[in-house]
């Protein structure tokens, strides 16, 4: 089981990021924050191709897991990065399915499998 989920996009950068923050909205989650990491990382002198890291939630999947174990608020909120690395951009997300190998006791369902399923929509669609 991948830990990512990983594509390459023939898309510009900011292009790309736009598309994933539009899909995310279409698929009813809320963006939280966007977090320029190659801004960041410049300001205290490194140097690196762009990077964006997307936050998302959806408040009602928040809940759930967060009721099943608190401490799943360590993966949370869902995270899609979008960088350029070697000339290429690409769109990486988390993979919620491997959320239980590190909750065993959780009792999740099939919210991982269907959280993933939303994110690799908005991944793929986000290309």
Same mark, same amino acid.
């Given at each position: 089981m991948e830990f990512d989920y990983t594509v390459i996009t023939p898309k510009a950068f900011d292009v790309a990021v736009s598309a994933v923050e539009e899909e995310i909205a279409r698929g009813g989650f809320?963006?939280?924050?966007?977090h320029d990491v190659q801004k960041t990382l410049s300001e205290k002198g490194f140097d690196i191709e762009p990077m964006k890291i997307i936050e998302f939630c959806s408040a009602k999947s928040?809940?759930?897991?967060?009721?099943?174990? *608190?401490? !799943?608020?360590?993966?949370? @909120?869902?995270?899609? +990065?979008?960088?350029?690395?070697?000339?290429k951009n690409f769109?990486?997300?988390?993979?919620? *399915?491997? !959320?239980?190998?590190?909750? @065993?006791?959780?009792? +999740?369902?099939?919210?991982p499998e269907e959280i993933d399923a939303q994110i690799k929509n908005i991944v793929d669609n986000s290309k």
């Open positions: 809320r963006v939280l924050y966007v928040a809940f759930a897991v967060l009721q099943a174990d *608190i401490k !799943i608020g360590l993966c949370l @909120p869902c995270k899609i +990065l979008v960088y350029t690395k070697d000339g769109i990486s997300a988390m993979r919620p *399915i491997v !959320i239980p190998q590190f909750f @065993p006791k959780a009792d +999740l369902g099939a919210l």
